[in-house]
């Protein structure tokens, strides 16, 4: 049965399979011939429910994963290589150029990112316009960084040049809620401060990185990008076990980042830029404004499906509010449309992960047995590739939904008559990445402020969390982070601050003149970046 009876749009129809064979290592696209890994959909393009193929990646083997790591390795050299050592300006061209190209590709990847991992059309156009947007931010921020260094300083007697360098070789892996996104969010910072990079794709969402492929191998001078495809666990295990990594960056679970920190033979000298799992509450205290209150909830439990670690997991509602506020929420529930990820108005769409919806009924039948309700009519609703958001009330401690990261569609609501509750439960908590606080009495607020502060690391006062604005700092306590992203914070945490130092003296000082006048060093500069 073809596309077009299944009413999906022309722009928006798998014409032909997407069959990448070939890899990016030592600036080279190297053809595969060995064994390929089928990439599904699980939208259906025919009628009678059936998953569609939408094409083949590498698999590649611990072979290739050293050759990748070799490439980057070679690339840094040490510090000596042409890309550490290139001049600041030179590196921004190259990233220049990349973005230029990556431009044309928009709508080949906004095309896969519906298809892949079943993320609405505007969603999809936001999330590559976004990161068009960082990565043009991440160079004016760069800029201004360099504008700063580009002077000396004294101090008791010594001239001091002082800027940020590179670290060495990253391992970059991503993930799969917002696989182009969050994955640059590492890539590029890590690439623009000189480092060199090994990346590989998220288990889904990884056919969408194939249209930048000949970008990355035309912007960056060879072994400074090296993209390889197949298991994570064959391919970083020995990357990781050489010791030649120098930044482990992932966002993704705790277990993954422990696991391959734990493979390190120096884990003194692996820094790790990490983005990790979250249980983000919302505190919905008895003078909040309900209708707002209720519009961000749906917001921060359900965009993208709640499959954002930064959505709202769990509900604190207090008790005298919450019958009110449960008769709204669940009603708004019931309203939002199911649909195909290019359907006009469709806010939840068709779950990536094919188990997904098994695990979350698991959830909702936990907690049903043990005295929690389904307050939404569609609640548990099940398809081929969805189950519908559940809102379960009261959950209580003991319910595995209260506990564990759902990263799905249900949503946990928990009544509390004491705002010591939902403190003591968030300090009991693995995680610690942000609140969600609905209120407006300030003399109510301001305490509450002071101690959230100190248990995550945003408070989001009547909204729900997010990451963004990109500029601002984006981490996590506890097993919810390590390191601190935005635009500036990321180049910090791939960088290093290295210096050059000289006593004030006639003969240092016509040295310093004439490294100066000559620009024979692309580090000692005081050339300033318009």
Same mark, same amino acid.
């Given at each position: 049965?073809?596309?077009?009876?299944?009413?999906?749009?022309?722009?928006?129809?798998?014409?032909?399979?997407?069959?990448?064979?070939?890899?990016?290592?030592?600036?080279?696209?190297?053809?595969?011939?060995?064994?390929?890994?089928?990439?599904?959909?699980?939208?259906?393009?025919?009628?009678?429910?059936?998953?569609?193929?939408?094409?083949?990646?590498?698999?590649?083997?611990?072979?290739?994963?050293?050759?990748?790591?070799?490439?980057?390795?070679?690339?840094?050299?040490?510090?000596?290589?042409?890309?550490?050592?290139?001049?600041?300006?030179?590196?921004?061209?190259?990233?220049?150029?990349?973005?230029?190209?990556?431009?044309?590709?928009?709508?080949?990847?906004?095309?896969?990112?519906?298809?892949?991992?079943?993320?609405?059309?505007?969603?999809?156009?936001?999330?590559?316009?976004?990161?068009?947007?960082?990565?043009?931010?991440?160079?004016?921020?760069?800029?201004?960084?360099?504008?700063?260094?580009?002077?000396?300083?004294?101090?008791?007697?010594?001239?001091?040049?002082?800027?940020?360098?590179?670290?060495?070789?990253?391992?970059?892996?991503?993930?799969?809620?917002?696989?182009?996104?969050?994955?640059?969010?590492?890539?590029?910072?890590?690439?623009?401060?000189?480092?060199?990079?090994?990346?590989?794709?998220?288990?889904? *969402?990884?056919?969408?990185?194939?249209?930048?492929?000949?970008?990355?191998?035309?912007?960056?001078?060879?072994?400074?990008?090296?993209?390889?495809?197949?298991?994570?666990?064959?391919?970083?295990?020995?990357?990781?076990?050489?010791?030649?990594?120098?930044?482990?960056?992932?966002? *993704?679970?705790?277990?993954?980042?422990?696991?391959?920190?734990?493979?390190?033979?120096?884990?003194?000298?692996?820094?790790?830029?990490?983005?990790?799992?979250?249980?983000?509450?919302?505190?919905?205290?008895?003078?909040?404004?309900?209708?707002?209150?209720?519009?961000?909830?749906?917001?921060?439990?359900?965009?993208?499906?709640?499959?954002?670690?930064?959505?709202?997991?769990?509900?604190?509602?207090?008790?005298?509010?919450?019958?009110?506020?449960?008769?709204?929420?669940?009603?708004?529930?019931?309203?939002?449309?199911?649909?195909?990820?290019?359907?006009?108005?469709?806010?939840?769409?068709?779950?990536?992960?094919?188990?997904?919806?098994?695990?979350?009924?698991?959830?909702?039948?936990?907690?049903?047995?043990?005295?929690?309700?389904?307050?939404?009519?569609?609640?548990?609703?099940?398809?081929?590739?969805?189950?519908?958001?559940?809102?379960?009330?009261?959950?209580?401690?003991?319910?595995?939904?209260?506990?564990?990261?759902?990263?799905?569609?249900?949503?946990?609501?928990?009544?509390?008559?004491?705002?010591?509750?939902?403190?003591?439960?968030?300090?009991?908590?693995?995680?610690?990445?942000?609140?969600?606080?609905?209120?407006?009495?300030?003399?109510?607020?301001?305490?509450?402020?002071?101690?959230?502060?100190?248990?995550?690391?945003?408070?989001?006062?009547?909204?729900?969390?997010?990451?963004?604005?990109?500029?601002?700092?984006?981490?996590?306590?506890?097993?919810?982070?390590?390191?601190?992203?935005?635009?500036?914070?990321?180049?910090?945490?791939?960088?290093?601050?290295?210096?050059?130092?000289?006593?004030?003296?006639?003969?240092?000082?016509?040295?310093?003149?004439?490294?100066?006048?000559?620009?024979?060093?692309?580090?000692?500069?005081?050339?300033?970046?318009?």
């Amino acid at each position: 049965m073809s596309n077009s009876e299944t009413n999906i749009p022309k722009a928006y129809q798998i014409d032909s399979l997407l069959h990448q064979s070939t890899y990016l290592v030592d600036g080279e696209l190297k053809q595969w011939h060995g064994d390929t890994a089928e990439i599904y959909s699980t939208i259906s393009s025919t009628k009678t429910y059936k998953p569609t193929l939408l094409g083949t990646i590498p698999q590649l083997g611990e072979t290739e994963a050293l050759e990748a790591l070799n490439s980057a390795t070679t690339a840094y050299d040490n510090g000596k290589g042409l890309w550490p050592t290139m001049k600041v300006e030179d590196r921004i061209a190259c990233m220049e150029k990349f973005v230029e190209q990556m431009k044309t590709k928009r709508d080949e990847v906004v095309k896969l990112l519906m298809w892949e991992i079943g993320k609405n059309l505007p969603d999809s156009q936001k999330e590559f316009d976004r990161t068009i947007e960082y990565i043009n931010d991440t160079i004016e921020a760069y800029k201004d960084i360099d504008r700063d260094s580009a002077r000396f300083e004294k101090h008791s007697g010594v001239h001091a040049h002082i800027r940020r360098g590179p670290l060495g070789v990253v391992l970059c892996l991503g993930p799969y809620n917002y696989p182009l996104n969050e994955t640059f969010c590492l890539l590029i910072p890590a690439l623009i401060m000189g480092n060199t990079t090994i990346f590989k794709p998220a288990k889904l *969402g990884v056919l969408l990185i194939s249209p930048l492929l000949e970008a990355f191998q035309s912007s960056f001078p060879k072994g400074v990008v090296n993209i390889v495809y197949g298991r994570g666990r064959v391919l970083a295990t020995p990357i990781m076990k050489s010791g030649k990594v120098d930044v482990l960056a992932l966002i *993704g679970n705790s277990k993954s980042a422990n696991a391959l920190q734990s493979q390190h033979p120096k884990g003194n000298r692996l820094r790790m830029v990490l983005g990790l799992e979250a249980k983000n509450p919302a505190i919905v205290l008895p003078d909040a404004d309900l209708d707002l209150a209720v519009e961000e909830c749906i917001a921060g439990t359900l965009s993208f499906n709640g499959q954002r670690c930064t959505a709202l997991k769990v509900l604190y509602v207090h008790e005298s509010i919450v019958e009110e506020f449960n008769r709204r929420f669940a009603y708004k529930v019931d309203q939002l449309k199911f649909g195909n990820p290019w359907d006009d108005g469709a806010k939840l769409t068709p779950l990536p992960e094919v188990d997904k919806p098994a695990y979350i009924q698991e959830l909702i039948d936990d907690a049903t047995k043990k005295g929690a309700k389904i307050l939404n009519k569609k609640g548990g609703e099940t398809t081929e590739n969805f189950i519908f958001p559940a809102v379960l009330f009261p959950v209580r401690k003991a319910m595995r939904v209260f506990k564990e990261e759902q990263f799905g569609p249900v949503i946990p609501v928990v009544p509390f008559s004491n705002i010591d509750e939902p403190l003591d439960d968030m300090a009991e908590s693995d995680y610690g990445q942000q609140v969600s606080l609905f209120g407006k009495n300030v003399n109510t607020l301001s305490p509450l402020i002071d101690t959230l502060v100190n248990l995550v690391c945003r408070v989001n006062l009547n909204s729900s969390c997010q990451r963004g604005p990109d500029v601002y700092p984006f981490t996590g306590r506890k097993d919810s982070a390590v390191g601190t992203l935005s635009v500036t914070d990321a180049l910090r945490s791939f960088s290093i601050r290295t210096f050059v130092a000289a006593k004030n003296n006639e003969y240092n000082n016509a040295i310093l003149n004439e490294l100066l006048d000559k620009k024979t060093s692309n580090f000692i500069s005081t050339d300033y970046i318009l």
